[in-house]
């Protein structure tokens, strides 16, 4: 085994602490809503670290690891350039403020107000379908982490009988996950997940600060010079024979951040948790600090390490420990999920080997939790309960809430069993996502924001979005050297969808028949008052033009202006640093000069980050745990809709 005694006593210790917290957050889940969205009492802090957490997800950590280490710190360029695009999106709050407007538990209650039932019923089944079969592979990703990171054996002796450590791993990662959500819902969900994402951030500073001290810049400079001309990791503009991992894949993800903003209902419970739409927002606007530790810094240089590692002479002992054990892997899929990670479990020191495993146990307990009662909750509520003519009782529907989840879990460890991956984790992501991300972000967005769009018109841009998807699936399958990968096929069904509810709106609705928003959105006459709270009845028209409107403290501001100042800094850089390799020749050395002051930057702004977020989140907890305590709940709020279409 590669785990110290020291390590495994981390990995227990933080285990057992997380179970603790779940144990004592059992008796403040009382009704339906609680258990779906935390009673809508999430603040801010709590909302944006939980769900970032979630999110993030031991697959998402190998899958960013495996890309990185493919594509090394050029991804973040071209992101510098699209971060404008998530900023404006964040403070803007694009989709999101409304759709927490609406009051809705889950984004087809949503579809149903909007279109109609049956449409709830079929974009409910969609969805919770798209989501499953992306579910299945997760337990098989983080078991194979689990057991190449710590090096245990193929097989356990059980009674004398040798049972498979994959399955038993598997077992575990989805068996304790799915105790915390029977535990206390999204509540018990929320509050580990915010704790374990404090954890990581601080473990992920300090990897990166020792893999610092370890390998030097100049060791870095050596190996990545070595490269081919045309596949630079450090250079954005030598990246020519990069496959998949390009320019391409992350302009037509951009676009995706736009067009399919809260379509992904993986963390969709998270849409409907906090105490406000304004709240909501300024979680989303948070997003953009909540990621540096973790998207901008960790993910991006560990791999940049981890190719030094593997490419440089003075490492070369490190590097022929490392060949073995990926060569055994049965397929190119497994050898690049888990490349990085069996660098990591060569040259991390005891005690970080432990904490490093322990932030992968929380990040898969996390993302386990909350997909289990993602999906689990969607098909009940979306699938299942717009099919009866009344509601159910609380405690029934908490059970079969529950029944569904356990389903959920018996599928993923079934499919992720027996399913062979071939792809690249993120490009699966991108195929099996867009089944019904493809055709939903023009039906939220029309809904939400065109009186004038249409329930047909919501029908035929989800089944095209559908089709398309299903289609680059079967091309995929059938065609394996295929040239239009599972990001472009995405690419094509967001660009026929919303061509397709466009034109169908304006075939099938009329201007007098348009509908009635300020009802849907709950302005007006039918405004939630405790859910809006006015701080300047009238703000000064320059904060109102940087999207800071009535609801809006002066910290908030300060939050607002700091976002702007990070994000138009590093466009800024982008903007030289493009104009200069467009009119000259860029070295290898500078680029790599330009590297270490990126990291040497996020790395402090880490640490801020991390200690902000902390004590923000703490200060959210401790009030939802108060609210949670003395709140009168409303037991008809179960995300039936009464006298639906």
Known sequence: MNLALLDWLIVAAVFIFIVAVVMTSKSLMRSVSDFLAAGRTGGRYLISLSQGTAALGAITI?????????????????????????????????????????????????????????????????????????????????????????????TVPVFGIEISTFALVMIAVIAVPLYFVFAGGQIAVMITDFLQGVFTNVVFLVIVVVLML??????????????????????????????????????????????????????QAYNASAKSAHEAKMGDVLMNWRNIPQWGLFLVFVPVVAYTILHHPDFASTAASVHPVLDG????????????????????????MGAFAAVMLSASIAC?????????????QDVVMPLRKRPFESKEHLRYLKLSILGVAVFIFVFSLLFQQSEYIFLFFAVTGAIFAGGSGAVIIGGLYWKRGTAAAAWAAMITGMV???GGIVVGQIWPDFPINGQMFWGLAMLLSSLVYIVVSLMTGREHNAFDMDRLLKRGAY??????SVVSAVPERGWKILGMGKEFTPFDRVIYLATYVWTFSWVAVFAVGTALNLTRQVGTGSWLAFWKAYTW??????????????????????KMIRTLKTMTRDHSDTGFVEDSK
């Open 62 to 154: 190998v899958g960013m690891l495996e890309m990185n280490f493919i594509a090394g710190f050029n991804l973040r360029w071209w992101e510098m350039m699209m971060t404008v695009v998530l900023v404006a999106i964040s403070v803007s709050g694009w989709v999101l403020y409304r759709f927490r407007r609406t009051r809705c538990l889950t984004m087809a209650q949503f579809f149903e107000l909007r279109y109609s039932r049956r449409f709830r019923i079929f974009a409910g089944g969609l969805a919770f379908l798209a989501g499953l079969i992306n579910f299945g592979i997760f337990p098989a990703v983080s078991a194979r982490f689990f057991i190449y990171f710590c090096g245990l054996p193929p």
């Open 214 to 267: 370890q390998v030097d810049w100049s060791q870095i400079l050596a190996a990545v010079s070595a490269a081919p001309p045309d596949a630079s990791i450090v250079n954005p503009f030598r990246t020519g024979s990069t496959k998949d991992y390009n320019f391409w894949y992350f302009l037509i993800g951009m676009v995706g951040v736009i067009y399919g903003k809260l379509s992904w209902q993986g963390t």
């Open 329 to 352: 892997l049965e397929s190119e899929a497994l050898r690049s999920q888990l490349t990085v990670p069996v660098v990591l479990s060569r040259i991390l020191p005891a005690g970080l």
């Open 368 to 380: 386990h939790n909350t997909y289990l009662h993602s999906w689990g909750s969607i098909f009940i």
């Open 468 to 470: 398309t998807s299903v």
């Open 527 to 532: 405004l939630v008052k405790e859910e809006y």
């Open 601 to 622: 930057i996020y790395l402090v702004v880490s640490v801020i980050v991390v200690l902000w977020f902390a004590a923000g989140g703490l200060i959210d907890l401790k």
